[in-house]
Nanobody, 117 residues
């Protein structure tokens, strides 16, 4: 099993930045990709960023150019740097192991991000 725990959420004004962290433990050798989902009330879950073990990254169109995902395998940590935040980025953000649009191996409990206008 894989366990993940997010941190770094909070409230920020539009235009500001936040960095989310995700520490993972357990059967980490089974993990290839790491990623971040978000889900706002009344909206579908969205995979916003994904990074493979080789460092290849993918981003949702809604965050391209503003968000950056990275990972430090020596520290068992993944990060999501979020810049130029907009009110529509407000959501619960979840770290996930081996995420796709419809599947993930494991997911953390989430951390809330609120962007005020």
């Amino acid at each position: 099993q894989v366990q993940l725990e997010e941190s770094g959420g909070g409230e920020v004004q539009a235009g500001g930045s936040l960095r989310l962290s995700c520490t993972f433990s357990g059967n980490i050798f089974s993990i290839n990709a790491m990623g971040w989902y978000r889900q706002a009330p009344g909206k579908q879950r969205e995979l916003v960023a994904r990074i493979t073990s080789g460092g290849s990254t993918n981003y949702a169109d809604s965050v391209k150019g503003r968000f950056s995902i990275s990972r430090d395998d020596a520290e068992n940590t993944a990060y999501l740097q979020m810049n130029s935040l907009k009110p529509e980025d407000t959501a619960e953000y979840y770290c996930a192991a081996d995420p796709t649009d419809t599947y993930f191996l494991a997911r953390g409990r989430g951390t809330q991000v609120i962007v005020s206008s």
